[in-house]
């Protein structure tokens, strides 16, 4: 069974930083593409970012040069930097398996306020 947990969410100001964790099980991750996908409340899910199990790297136009998605496969954990945050980044972040939107095999995900 696959089993994605993320962490590290919070509030935080407008130019902040944050780095999301989330540890995968249940699956050969090392193997795998994953994603960080993000939503709004009454808007659909949004991917952000993915990275092949070779390590390249993807992002969505709105988060390039402000994101980073890295791996470590040792630890199975996937990490999202956020850093110079805006208030429009404020969402649930959720990473999923895979490149692209994965609703069925996704984590709770983690909330990432950006708020003055």
């Known amino acids: 069974e696959v089993r994605l947990v993320e962490s590290g969410g919070g509030l935080v100001q407008p130019g902040g930083s944050l780095m999301l964790s989330c540890v995968a099980s249940?699956?050969?991750?090392?193997?795998?593409?994953m994603s960080w996908l993000r939503q709004v409340p009454g808007q659909d899910l949004e991917w952000v970012s993915a990275?092949?199990?070779?390590?390249?790297?993807y992002y969505t136009e709105a988060v390039k040069g402000r994101f980073t998605i890295s791996r470590d496969n040792a630890k199975s954990t996937l990490y999202l930097q956020l850093t110079n945050l805006k208030a429009e980044d404020t969402a649930m972040y959720y990473c999923?398996?895979?490149?692209?939107?994965?609703?069925?095999?996704r984590g709770q995900g983690t909330q990432v306020t950006v708020s003055s």
């Open positions: 990275i092949n199990d070779e390590g390249k790297t």
């Open positions: 999923s398996k895979g490149h692209g939107i994965n609703r069925r095999e």
């Open positions: 249940g699956f050969t991750f090392s193997t795998y593409a």
